[in-house]
């Protein structure tokens, strides 16, 4: 069956420091969506990538959909305190399923 | 206010019973969904549903069930069924095309003594 991989499962870095977390589908997507969830809190809803080989950009950070549709990366830069979550992202395939990756866990020390 | 609502918030049960998990939304969208969330895990999904008394499992169907009758309403039963129910539940609900973003419920802390 479908599935949306990512990795790293866990990072811990230091206040100032870059994040990269990767999402990978089995199948091609027709979107890929990132969502953060806080700590006790629910996922919320960050962006989404529709277009082959999309970049786009919220402050710092930066979401790339690949050009095969079946990859994802989130890049935080320097992060902060208020950056600590999990990361999720979620792919729509053709059918309209809607799978959610394993999550990364961010720890951000100040 | 527009949103999603699940209640409640934590639920204790004891061990062998069936207790059902609300999810209620006024978003007038089409497609909503059940998620598990254990400690430290991602998001399983249980079951979903594109359409009123339509719906399909997820991965992880076996021990639950759910109805829809209503376009607002998602009710998530767990049943005796479920080895280990213990975990964060998560209703979701999206407008329905794939083009269309997922918002969440605050969660249903189920806890089984």
């Known amino acids: 069956g479908q599935q949306v991989m990512q990795i790293p499962q866990y990072q811990h870095v230091q206040e100032g420091e870059d994040f990269t977390t990767y999402c990978n589908s089995s199948?091609?997507?027709?979107?890929i969506q990132w969502y953060k969830q806080r700590p006790g809190g629910h996922p919320v809803f960050l962006i989404q990538?529709?277009?082959?080989?999309e970049v786009k950009k919220q402050k710092r950070l930066t979401f790339q959909f690949g050009e095969a549709k079946k990859n994802s990366s989130l890049h935080i830069t320097a992060t902060q305190t208020t950056d600590v979550g999990t990361y999720f992202c979620a792919g729509v395939n053709d059918f309209n399923k809607f799978y959610f990756g394993s999550g990364t866990k961010l720890n951000v020390k100040p | 206010d527009g949103g999603i609502t699940q209640s409640p918030k934590y639920l204790f049960r004891k061990e062998g019973q069936n207790v059902t998990l609300s999810c209620e939304q006024n978003?007038?969208?089409?497609?909503m969904y059940w998620y598990r969330q254990d400690p430290g895990q991602g998001l399983r999904l249980i079951y979903y549903?594109?359409?009123?008394?339509?719906?399909q499992k997820g991965d992880i169907a076996e021990g639950y069930s759910v109805s829809r009758e209503k376009k607002e309403s998602f009710p998530l039963t767990v049943t005796s069924a479920q080895k280990n129910p213990t975990a964060f539940y998560l209703c979701?609900?999206?407008?329905?095309?794939?083009?269309?973003?997922?918002?969440f419920g605050q969660g249903t802390r189920l806890t089984v003594v």
């Open positions: 978003l007038n969208h089409d497609a």
């Open positions: 199948t091609t997507l027709s979107n």
């Open positions: 979701a609900s999206r407008l329905g095309g794939k083009n269309t973003e997922a918002f």
């Open positions: 990538l529709v277009k082959s080989g």
């Open positions: 549903s594109q359409i009123v008394n339509d719906f």
